[in-house]
């Protein structure tokens, strides 16, 4: 039996917010909902297909301070690295997995100083 070892450098968390994400340099909103996030990047589950390499933005779509996840809000430019559809789901819906162009903790270090 082959073991899988996980290759993520954060841990993730899980976290069913509802999220809207837009193709970078463009004002059309998508609603998804976030499968789960970590310090580079976050899942989430979508009813459009996104290229792998997309440039998209993503932001929390409810916002409720202190919550796990909430610095997310800010929105972030993020780089669509892989986008799978998920098997006998009918109307079909997709994971997109994103990678963050720049951490959250580095941003929030540099809003900081």
């Known amino acids: 039996m082959k073991v899988h070892h996980e290759k993520r450098k954060s841990e993730r968390h899980d976290h069913g917010a509802s999220i809207v994400y837009a193709f970078h340099n463009s004002d059309k909103f998508y609603n998804a909902r976030m499968c789960n996030f970590s310090n580079g990047g976050l899942c989430f589950e979508s009813s459009?297909?996104?290229?792998?390499?997309?440039?998209?933005?993503?932001?929390?779509?409810?916002?409720?301070?202190?919550?796990?996840?909430?610095?997310?809000?800010?929105?972030?430019?993020?780089?669509?690295?892989?986008?799978?559809?998920?098997?006998?789901?009918?109307?079909?819906?997709?994971?997109?997995?994103?990678?963050?162009?720049?951490?959250?903790?580095a941003q929030h270090l540099e809003a900081d100083d």
């Open 48 to 105: 459009v297909a996104i290229e792998p390499g997309s440039d998209i933005y993503v932001m929390m779509e409810e916002f409720v301070p202190d919550t796990i996840g909430s610095e997310i809000y800010d929105g972030y430019l993020a780089e669509v690295r892989w986008c799978q559809e998920l098997p006998e789901v009918d109307p079909a819906l997709y994971h997109v997995g994103v990678k963050y162009y720049r951490t959250m903790i």
